[in-house]
Each structure stands twice: as C-alpha cells, then as structure tokens.
C-alpha cells in the first residue's frame, strides 16, 4: 500500500512521503494559490474555466489542488506579459500628477 502523502504546515504544500525518490510535483490547495496570485476565489475558477489558468487536480469528492510549479509558471508568465505590453492608461487616464 502507497503511502499517504503528507502537508507541509509551513507553506501549505501536499508532499510525496519521500519526494526525493517519486519526483511527483508539489500541490497547493487554494488559500495558497490566492496567496502567489493575488485573485479572488471567484477570479481563479472564472480564469480556469476560460483556459487562462491551470486547472486544479481533483484530490477527492470536495477537495482540489493545483500543480504548484503550474501556478508559479503562470505568475512568471503575467510577469513576462508586462515587461512587453505598453501600460493601460488607469482610470483616469496617464495624466501628470
């Protein structure tokens, strides 16, 4: 029998038993993702279900997690996104202060 896999208390993270050895990713559940993403709950599952965030990984009848490095890819990929898209103009416009 596999062993269960364990939570990491201090960041949040399901962990094989030994991951060293079955080179699975880590999991984070979703006060985490809300955590590196800074979207709402309602943000997160509206992106996921237009394909423009990764999708969670079904953990039993209610309970889901994310890829970790999925996630963290997707932060890395909005930060790219801004250093080559010009800025938006705020709500009231590039006005000098």
Known sequence: MPEISKINRTTGTLCAPDSSQHHLPA???LPNVKRLTGLS???IYRR???GRFPKSVPLGAKAV???ESEVRGWVASRI???ETTPP???PRGNRAA
């Open 41 to 43: 709950t309602t943000e």
């Open 80 to 82: 790219s996104e801004r």
């Open 48 to 50: 996921m279900a237009e």
């Open 65 to 67: 997690a994310w890829i």
């Open 88 to 90: 938006r103009p705020g």
């Open 27 to 29: 999991l984070i559940r």
